[in-house]
C-alpha cells in the first residue's frame, strides 16, 4: 500500500533532497505535495490528508510547532516528522507537544527517515540520533506512578504487547490492562505514542 507524504520546509533545495531520498527508499511512498511555511502545510494537511507531513520546525510567517498544533485539528490521523536542523531542548518539546511523532536532525535524515517513517506509520515515537538524550530531564520525575506502574509503562513505551509484559512481570493479562487503565487515567495520556513521549522525558526508557 502507497504512503503518502508532503514535505514542508522553507528550503526548496531541503525539499527536493527528502523527496529525493523518500523515492529512493524500498517503501512505497509517493510525495503527493509541498510547501514552505507552515500556513502551507496546514493548507495541504486540510486539502490532501497525507498519512505523514515531514515538516521543518523553524520557517517563516508559521513555524513548525504551530503548523502542527493546527494540523492536529484540521486532520489528527496525519502522522508528523519533525525534520530540523536544531536540536534545541524548546524546538523538540515544542513539536512534541504539538503532536509530532518523530524529530530527526536534517544532517541524520538519510540515515534515520526510513526508520523515522516505519515508527510513526505504527504509531510510535521515533527520536534522532542524541534526540532523546536531550528530551530525558526535560521535566520532573512522574508522580503517583507506583513502581509497578513504571515497569509497566517501561515496556509499553517499549512497544511491548500486553501478553509480552504479563510474561516478563508474571502477571496477568487483566492485571496488565488494569495498570494500563491506572497509567492512562493518573496521566492523562490514553495512546500509546502519547505514553512512550511521556516515559522518554522521564527517563523511563532511552528508545529511540
Given at each position: 500500500m502507497s504512503v503518502s507524504i508532503v514535505i514542508v520546509d522553507d528550503h526548496q533545495m531541503v525539499r527536493d533532497g527528502l523527496a529525493s531520498l523518500l523515492h529512493g527508499m524500498d517503501t512505497d511512498v509517493e510525495v503527493i505535495g509541498q510547501g514552505a511555511n507552515g500556513h502551507d502545510a496546514v493548507?495541504?494537511?486540510?486539502?490532501?490528508?497525507?498519512?505523514?507531513?515531514l515538516i521543518d520546525v523553524a520557517m517563516p510567517d508559521m513555524n513548525g510547532i504551530d503548523a502542527t498544533l493546527a494540523i492536529r485539528e484540521v486532520d489528527p490521523d496525519v502522522k508528523i516528522i519533525a525534520v530540523s536542523m536544531h536540536s534545541d531542548r524548546n524546538y523538540i518539546n515544542g513539536m512534541l507537544d504539538a503532536g509530532a511523532l518523530?524529530?530527526?536532525?536534517?544532517?541524520?535524515?538519510?540515515?534515520?527517515?526510513?526508520?523515522?517513517?516505519?515508527?510513526?506509520?505504527?504509531?510510535k515515537v521515533y527520536l534522532g540520533e542524541g534526540?532523546?538524550?536531550?528530551?530525558?530531564g526535560a521535566k520532573s520525575s512522574p508522580c503517583n506512578l507506583t513502581e509497578r506502574e513504571m515497569e509497566v509503562l517501561k515496556r509499553i513505551a517499549e512497544g511491548k504487547k500486553t501478553r509480552e509484559i504479563a510474561a516478563e512481570l508474571f502477571l496477568s493479562?487483566?492485571?496488565?490492562e488494569t495498570h494500563r487503565r491506572q497509567i492512562g487515567r493518573k496521566l492523562d495520556l490514553h495512546s500509546v505514542a502519547e505514553l512512550t513521549k511521556f516515559a522518554i522525558r522521564h527517563n523511563i526508557t532511552t528508545i529511540n
Open positions: 493548507e495541504l494537511a486540510s486539502s490532501l490528508h497525507p498519512d505523514v507531513m518523530a524529530y530527526i536532525r536534517k544532517e541524520s535524515a538519510f540515515d534515520e527517515l526510513s526508520h523515522a517513517l516505519g515508527d510513526v506509520l505504527n504509531g534526540i532523546a538524550e536531550i528530551v530525558v493479562d487483566k492485571t496488565i
